[in-house]
């Protein structure tokens, strides 16, 4: 055997032997054998009053959300009018001697609705359905659509049962839905509540969400009216109208959520020391808010701040990454300060990739669009009362040498 | 082919595996760390006894007159620890490699070495767990301060044989660096992220060193070798300081009484306390001088087929120069080491292999802190 073999055989045994561990962390005992000194921690609150802000109402369109609203609350009322598409006048038969039967007479109408949102503590909720021009405006107010909101257009309430949580509900309405000659085979209906006491609910738009369907049970014409078929329709048309109209926030105010919805974009000024320091255990944006956070009752929805990576305005581009956002969760009628992770969004902004981005935050609501919670925040016009930043950091560690 | 440039690249790049030390230990967060021991396999389990006698060993240079032919060598040594902090112990471990080197001759009388070996080790990891409460909100915090490296000694040695005594000369270079961090983590809020902060200390330093080996007698080697060090700068991005380093003294005798047993044993003494001064400038508990012992006997009777293979055993015995914890004014416990060895080498590839393996047990104590070792060395010289 030469030497060299020897040698790698050896080595291999040796390194079998004692492999490569390397096991060095234990607990101490201090303060003989513990550093001598201690990492100190600081809390430091920086206002944001050199900032920018403004915030914008749109960016979900109420024909874009995922849900359709009907309320009769005070500060909120709304009608949803939905334009359902046509549907056949013949069926087709198969294993017959007839190709096709003609619809001779319709039967009964069922609306299905995928019940999103409730107050559960309102009982004997009623759905109100009147039946709308087929090519009704889609441009409609809430003031303009009120004259067909009359007991002549009413086609029936129907009862929503007071059990009824969210999820997909039948509702009988009239048995009979005359189809006008005009209208092409369109259905347009308005929907509307009504409760012994002011409320509100929302259902699937079809948007993300499952769309309301309009079921028609028909009789073929005689001599076969023995024969029948179901034709369901989903919306070809969907929206609501609200009362108040939706305007932008005025100034002073940033606003989050609502119909449509809103965001608030933040133009922070920080120290550079902020953004690249390592030092950083936990940053929060500390935002006070203006009025209650608005809602159904006991709801809740977040509030997500995502990093702007292009800067367009209120079009800025985002970096919808839950790994560089912060988020909240917010609870109808909660007033006072909220408190929402930064950490996340720092870390972003001192790495490679993010130390060429804005210094910019969207404020938005999360899911955006699918909940009618809104939440004002004052904005750096507030003075103290607007947004601020506490960062808590390590105060830098002393080594020492050697 | 010349293969003397091939086995220093061996060891080299052994070397290269692993920052060479022998072991670590948790009381190497004190001081300048933990003194470490430059020896072989076969010095480790002779006690350290044979360590001024032994070419392998980075001690003595005119131990390198022991090389007849080109020689490499390499010592990895495997540590295991049991470290007893109070309410619990810490079961540790860790590979290193304390001595590579490569010796030639020139003619019969000169022999010439270049060595890398552990001076002080700075490896250690210790955790704290510890409540704080950053805006006014208790928040359980686990702290790990940690230390990777330590000072290598680079040695250029030469031996020189004359009759009945060995002369030799080594210039050291003192070379390393540590890199300390400190983090803090929030096991239970994830508002919290973590800290780690980082830092680079380089050590650079010079030394000399002197031996000679006198054969009185039949079958006697005396051994004496002195080491004059400078001081040792250990510098960071914006500080530096500069510590003396001590003087080292080492006496030592090796005999064979009968045929096919070797007695050695080793004194030492080094004036840590050159430093003590500098140490306590930066809020550090002064050094001290320290001794150590080490004897061990080696029985040669034994063999493995047609192999010789000797049996080694020895006792060592330590002062180490940094106390455990208190301050210039009042400084902690001192610490130091005790340890039974023992081990055995053979022969292999027609006698151009050498392995040697070694077993150190014992502990460290430092008033009421304890930590136990177990330090498999496995020694490799080639001689191709």
């Known amino acids: 055997m030469s030497a060299w073999r020897s040698a790698v055989l050896v080595a291999g045994l040796a390194g079998a032997m004692m492999g490569c561990r390397e096991k060095l962390t234990t607990p101490s005992r201090c303060p003989e054998l513990c550093p001598a000194t201690k990492l100190e921690m600081a809390d430091t609150l920086l206002p944001l009053a050199d900032s920018a802000d403004t915030s914008v109402r749109g960016f979900v369109l109420i024909r874009e959300a995922t849900y359709l609203l009907a309320s009769t609350l005070d500060s909120l009322q709304a009608v949803t009018l939905i334009r359902f598409s046509a549907h056949d006048t013949m069926w087709t038969v198969s294993g017959t001697t007839l190709d096709s039967l003609y619809i001779g007479k319709q039967d009964s109408l069922v609306l299905t609705l995928e019940l999103a949102q409730r107050d559960t503590a309102v009982k004997n909720l009623r759905l109100v359905i009147w039946r709308l021009p087929a090519q009704f405006d889609t441009g409609a107010t809430y003031q303009s659509i009120q004259p067909y909101l009359a007991d002549s257009t009413l086609v029936d309430t129907v009862a929503v049962p007071d059990t009824a949580q969210a999820g997909a509900h039948t509702f009988n309405i009239a048995d009979s839905l005359p189809m006008q000659p005009g209208d092409s085979g369109y259905v347009s209906l308005a929907i509307g509540i009504v409760a012994p006491t002011k409320t509100a609910l929302t259902f699937g738009s079809g948007n993300l969400s499952t769309a309301p369907l309009l079921s028609t049970y028909v009789h073929a014409r005689a001599p076969f009216d023995t024969a029948t078929d179901v034709f369901s329709v989903s919306p070809f048309v969907s929206l609501f109208v609200i009362n108040p109209p939706a305007t932008q926030p005025p100034p002073g105010i940033l606003a989050v959520g609502g119909i449509p919805t809103a965001r608030a974009l933040l133009s922070l000024s920080l120290p550079k020391l902020v953004v690249d320091s390592t030092s950083i255990v936990r940053a929060t944006l500390l935002l006070n808010t203006v009025g209650a956070v608005g809602g159904f009752a006991n709801d809740s929805f977040y509030v997500v701040a995502e990093p702007v990576v292009r800067d367009y305005g209120v079009k800025s581009v985002l970096w919808p990454d839950s790994a560089t956002s912060g988020i909240v969760l917010v609870h109808q009628g909660q007033t006072g300060q909220i408190q929402l992770d930064m950490a996340p969004i720092l870390r972003f902004w001192g790495t490679t990739q993010g130390d060429s981005t804005p210094r910019l935050i969207m404020l938005r609501a999360y899911p955006e669009g699918s909940t009618i919670g809104a939440v004002n925040f004052s904005s750096r016009a507030a003075g103290a009362a607007g947004p601020q930043l506490e960062v808590t950091y390590v105060k830098p560690y002393s080594f020492g040498v050697p | ?384």
């Open chain 2, 1 to 384: 082919m010349r293969r003397g440039p091939a086995v220093l690249v061996a060891v080299l790049a052994c070397a290269g595996a692993s920052r060479a030390a022998a072991q670590d230990s948790v009381f190497g967060i004190r001081g300048l760390g933990l003194l470490d021991r430059s020896v072989s396999a076969k010095s480790g389990a002779l006690g350290g006894g044979f360590v001024l006698f032994d070419p392998a060993a980075a001690v003595n240079p005119a131990s390198l007159a022991g090389w007849h032919a080109t020689a490499g060598w390499a010592v990895g040594a495997g540590s295991f620890r049991s470290f007893d902090y109070g309410t619990g112990t810490s079961s540790l471990s860790a590979t290193r490699f304390p001595v590579v080197g490569f010796a030639g001759a020139i003619g019969s009388k000169v022999v010439l070495a270049l060595t890398a070996s552990d001076y002080l080790d700075r490896n250690w990891s210790v955790q704290q767990t510890d409540t704080v409460s950053p805006r006014g909100t208790p928040v359980v915090a686990n702290d790990n301060t940690q230390s990777a490296g330590g000072v290598t000694d680079l040695r250029l040695a030469m031996a020189y044989r004359l009759p009945n005594i060995t002369l030799g000369f080594g210039a050291h270079i003192l070379t390393g660096s540590t890199n300390t961090s400190v983090s803090r983590q929030f096991p239970n809020d994830s508002a919290f992220v973590p800290f780690t902060q980082a830092q680079t200390t380089d050590y650079a330093g010079v030394g000399l060193s002197f031996g000679a080996l006198v054969s009185p007698l039949p079958g006697l080697v005396t051994g004496a070798s002195v080491r004059v060090n400078g001081r040792l700068r250990a510098s960071t991005t914006d500080t530096a300081a500069d510590i003396p380093m001590p003087v080292e003294v080492n006496a030592g005798f090796y005999d064979q009484p009968v045929a096919g047993i070797s007695v050695a044993g080793t004194v030492g003494w080094a004036n840590w306390s050159r430093a003590a001064a500098a140490l306590a400038a930066t809020g550090q508990a002064p050094s001290r001088d320290v001794w150590s012992v080490g004897v061990g006997v080696e029985v040669n009777v034994l063999r493995l087929g047609r192999r010789q293979l000797p049996l080694r055993v020895g006792y060592r015995w330590r002062q180490l120069p940094f106390p455990i914890g208190g301050d210039s004014v009042a400084p902690g416990p001192a610490l130091s080491e005790h340890a039974i060895t023992a081990g055995l080498g053979f022969d292999t590839a027609s006698g151009r292999a050498t392995v040697d393996l070694g077993l150190d047990v014992g502990s460290r104590v430092a008033g009421p802190l304890s930590e136990s070792f177990t330090t498999l060395y496995v020694g490799l010289t080639i001689r191709p």
